[in-house]
């Protein structure tokens, strides 16, 4: 039905033989079809949407591919904006939704592919797209399941590369060879990995095999695009899956060198229960339809590389305060040459991290000093988490836990106070300097 070898015009799938229905698809990625298609153009669904719908899935966004340039694209639509430099791609909103239509491509950075170059009178270049087939325009994509393209003219699914099999068997298999594709974009491994955790793929084994050696190329990778695919892998609904697979194709070294060097000599494994704890965590929110805040995500994440940090600044004698500064941003620092974290990200970790010791100080003043930190409810739910393995957390927990829902007069009741407490938005104005220098603190021991 399919030819794996690429060598004609491949197979299609006819509307009786596949289970792609019109009602799955979003109304107005048809509406682009039928527009585009009425202008005398080509015009397909691909990608990832058809992938899903194939395996019964609800895509979260329909990209569309055309024979249209971006120009004659524009000329359909009203409401189309043209983003891209070197690749013009085709924006159409519709509201919330956008549907995103981009020109055949031949393959990526390929100097041999068909340029159409448009120079200023000045003699500059201004454009210098390349363009393709529908055929090459499936060769160049990563895998064979993301590489079928439906359309609205008889409602079959084109097949260049033998995508169709594969996604029945629920195959990974990039197209190409394996390593040269990875060494042309080495993101493509996270895609992987991401892909075969969310949709329940297995990863063919001549795609899989060259993984960890390659895994290194991720390095050269830019730090802006690793965070984008980071924040998708972890926010996909099975970010606990991904990381085993991070792990095992030793992706993990690369994304995030320090907390892979953390639960290698973390003896007790401590470390790696609590962060798989917290995917599970992260995974449960994602599918109940509830948000993750990226800062708590990357807390998690990084943890381990922290509280191994910590433990070394503390055993070379400094202070906890200081060290846990310095810490946080020696992590940090280390962990965005790598993955771009933004500062409104970073920021809310490093809160979460620093009040991890407040916890334990229970006088009335510092409980409802902390209970009124905006960071209180992320702090806290990080601590829960460091609780599932630390069993003598457990009444900490509680304590705070109760603190949260009681009146503040009941609460000032039950905590020794040297002071008087501070009630609701008053606390809030506590002037933060005047804190005192602990004299004995706990550590953070992970
Ligand atoms: P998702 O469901 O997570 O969006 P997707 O496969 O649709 O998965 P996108 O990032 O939306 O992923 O990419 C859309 C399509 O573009 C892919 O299906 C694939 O055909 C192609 N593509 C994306 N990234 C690459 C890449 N790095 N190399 C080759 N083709 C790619
Ligand atoms: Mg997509």
């Known amino acids: 039905m399919s030819d794996p070898q690429g060598s004609g015009q491949g197979a299609v799938i006819a509307r009786a033989d596949h289970g792609v229905s019109r009602k799955d698809i979003s109304p107005n ?9 009425d202008a005398g153009f080509e015009a397909y669904i691909v990608g990832g949407a058809v992938r899903d719908l194939l395996i019964g899935g609800h895509p979260k966004d329909f990209d569309v591919a055309t024979n249209a340039t971006p120009e004659q694209v524009r000329a359909q639509f009203r409401n189309c904006r043209l983003i891209g430099r070197r690749f013009r791609l085709a924006h159409i909103m519709f509201g919330q939704e956008i549907i ?13 592919a068909l340029v159409d170059r448009q120079v200023h009178e000045e003699g500059h270049l201004i454009r210098d797209n390349v363009y393709g087939t529908l055929e090459e325009d499936a060769f160049r994509r990563d895998f064979t399941a993301n590489a079928l393209y439906y359309t609205v003219e008889d409602f079959s699914v084109r097949d260049i590369v033998g995508g169709y099999a594969d996604v029945q068997a ?40 060259p993984i960890p050696e390659l895994a290194g190329l991720l390095a050269s990778a830019s730090s802006a695009r690793l965070f ?3 924040l998708k892998i972890f926010l996909a609904g099975s970010a606990e899956k991904s990381f085993l697979l991070l792990e095992r194709f030793a992706l993990l070294d690369v994304l995030f060198p320090d907390t892979a060097k953390a639960l290698q000599t973390n003896r007790t494994g401590a470390l790696r229960d ?43 004698g400094a202070e906890l305060s200081v060290a846990q500064q310095r810490a946080a941003d020696r992590v940090t620092l280390r962990q965005v040459e790598r993955i771009a974290i933004p500062r409104r990200f970073s920021l809310p970790m490093h ?28 702090a806290f739910d990080f601590l829960a988490l460091r609780a599932t393995g630390i069993p003598e957390l457990a009444e900490e927990v509680q304590f705070w836990e109760q603190a949260q829902t009681m009146a503040p007069e009941q609460l000032a009741q039950i905590i020794p106070g040297q002071s008087k407490p501070a009630i609701g938005g008053e606390s809030a104005h506590v002037p933060p300097k005047r804190r005192r220098r602990r004299s004995k603190p706990k550590t953070t021991d992970g």
Request: aromatic residues 8%; hydrophobic residues 45%; positive net charge.
């Open 170 to 209: 629920r195959i990974l298999r990039l197209i190409g060879d394996p390593v040269t594709r990875y060494r042309e974009d080495p993101v493509r491994m996270l895609r992987a990995v991401r892909l075969a955790a969310k949709l329940d793929f297995s990863i063919h084994a001549t795609a899989a095999e």
């Open 29 to 37: 990625a048809l509406r682009v079809l039928y527009k585009l298609r």
């Open 100 to 112: 995103e239509v981009a020109t055949f491509r031949a393959s990526g950075d390929d100097d041999t």
């Open 274 to 316: 609590m962060l798989l704890e917290s995917l599970r965590q992260t995974d449960a929110r994602v599918n109940a339809g509830k948000s993750v805040a990226p800062g708590f995500l990357f807390a998690c994440l990084l943890w381990p590389a922290y509280c191994r940090e910590l433990a070394i600044l503390q055993n070379s």
């Open 351 to 378: 809160e979460i991290w620093q009040l991890q010791t407040r916890f334990s100080q229970r006088t009335r003043k510092r409980v409802f000093r902390l209970l009124a930190h905006p960071r209180f409810r992320a």
């Open 228 to 230: 984008d695919e980071c």
